[in-house]
């Protein structure tokens, strides 16, 4: 097999008699426009010709990129085949088949599915989104791990369901914050647990090799352009295996690496591309906040409370307590609560006196779409000061909202909610427990 890194979390892997697209993303900004690309990607239109399948791991926009989804040929769109992960919803196949994909594969969970006579994957559902995908085809095995937060435990069951995993694609850096204030103690502990956690992954996977991947951006915003100050970069990747004794491939956009003899790989020169990219960071580009008005915020919001009261039971929601805002673009506080309904102007000057500190635009944007919270946290652009508690439940119950796992019994006890509960409960509450331990810190 060969691995060809275009950008981001976009690979391409040659197999036998398969050549498999991971979540393209080939141009624009994503999360609100709040990340690019960074480097740019390196994709050739001779690629179109050659690959017979498309992973998109999970529907946040780096991996389900709409505009690049668009942009690609008709005939490719017709001929290629869509792998997804299968749940609960049928959001996704809709929207393959609208962007004008015919052929589209659900992959059922954690289950080894042959797509051609010599290549088998495997997914894996991770969380309430995000998915793995495993390939499987001469004597090898390639864990594309993306997004996902794997733990040891996670890990045991690759082996169980693959019996060996030999190069895992894995996420080295940071790809948003939770938003504590004191940013400057977090972010050089997140950057670190992520390199801790990639050297875990590789050990309790038993692989031989690594490559750092989908972290390739930069934050491109003005209220979130802090957290480069923090970022890993494939030097630190490199620095951290040979430290620990272990094997990775370091790939700039392009680069391509042959499964059999990855140890022939030499990262110098991708190393000295990846140097010469940071050295150009003071130069790049950073947006302003656009601002809107605090009426549109407020219509938003109430959109997005009815709704979510249509969804959800008023126990669950009674987890939505009231929080401060202050929104300094706009300088003005709000108080408000998505399960009393409450969204009033506070007359305060004590511009300390908050919960969170978010722009106008993206609160616009968490309100308005039924991920625009997820965005929030990803896009990393607040801050949060006070009643952590409360907005950890704002996260977890929108993030239930987007997934389609509504919390009423009607929704609970529908067909296919049920399946997908019961397909899942092998490996849910391992992840669930880890996800609110992560959370909490």
């Not at 001929?79 to 962007?99: E, G, H, I, R």
């Not at 249509?310 to 009231?322: D, G, Q």
Request: glycine share 4%; aromatic share 12%.
């Amino acid at each position: 097999m060969k691995v060809t890194f275009i950008s981001q979390a976009s690979m391409i892997v040659e197999t036998e008699d398969c050549v498999i697209w991971s979540d393209p993303w080939l141009f624009g900004k994503a999360f609100n426009d709040s990340w690019a690309l960074f480097p740019e990607p390196n994709f050739s239109e001779d690629w179109y010709g050659k690959i017979t399948h498309l992973w998109i791991s999970h529907e946040h926009p780096d991996h389900f990129n709409i505009p690049t989804l668009k942009s690609l040929p008709k005939d490719f769109k017709e001929s290629v085949t869509v792998l997804f992960q299968k749940n609960n919803s049928d959001k996704m196949p809709k929207a393959f088949k609208m962007l004008g994909f015919k052929k589209v594969t659900l992959l059922k969970n954690r289950k080894v599915t042959s797509i051609s006579d010599k290549t088998k994957v495997h997914n894996c559902q991770v969380g309430q989104m995000d998915s793995s995908l495993a390939i499987i085809s001469e004597g090898k095995t390639l864990l594309n791990v993306n997004d996902c937060e794997i733990n040891s435990v996670d890990c045991k069951n690759y082996l169980k369901d693959l019996g060996k995993v030999d190069g895992v694609f894995n996420q080295f850096s940071m790809a948003g914050y939770n938003g504590q204030i004191d940013y400057d103690i977090h972010l050089p502990k997140s950057a670190e647990q992520i390199l801790n956690n990639m050297v875990a992954n590789h050990r309790d996977l038993k692989a031989s090799f690594s490559i750092p991947f989908a972290s390739n951006i930069y934050f491109c915003c003005e209220d979130n352009k802090h957290i480069n100050l923090y970022a890993n970069t494939p030097t630190d990747v490199e620095n951290k295996f040979k430290n620990e004794n272990l094997d990775c491939c370091i790939l700039y956009p392009g680069e391509t690496v042959d499964v059999d003899n990855y140890k022939k790989h030499d990262n110098t020169s991708s190393l000295e591309s990846f140097k010469k990219l940071y050295s150009k960071k003071d130069s790049l580009i950073y947006d302003s906040p656009e601002k809107v008005e605090i009426d549109l915020i407020k219509e938003a919001f109430t959109e997005r409370f009815i709704q979510l009261n249509s969804k959800f039971s008023k126990i669950v929601l009674k987890k939505l307590k009231p929080v401060i805002v202050y929104i300094p673009d706009l300088n003005k506080k709000v108080r408000l609560s998505l399960y009393s309904g409450i969204f009033e102007i506070i007359e305060d000057n004590n511009k300390d006196n908050f919960d969170l500190q978010i722009n106008s635009q993206p609160l616009f944007f968490s309100f308005k779409f039924t991920w625009g919270l997820q965005t929030l946290g990803v896009s990393a652009r607040y801050f949060i000061k006070n009643n952590h508690t409360t907005w950890r439940w704002y996260r977890i119950i929108t993030s239930l909202n987007n997934a389609e796992l509504y919390l009423k019994p009607k929704y609970i006890l529908s067909k296919s909610n049920l399946n997908f509960m019961k397909d899942r409960l092998g490996g849910s509450i391992n992840q669930l427990v880890y996800r609110l331990k992560i959370m909490k810190q």
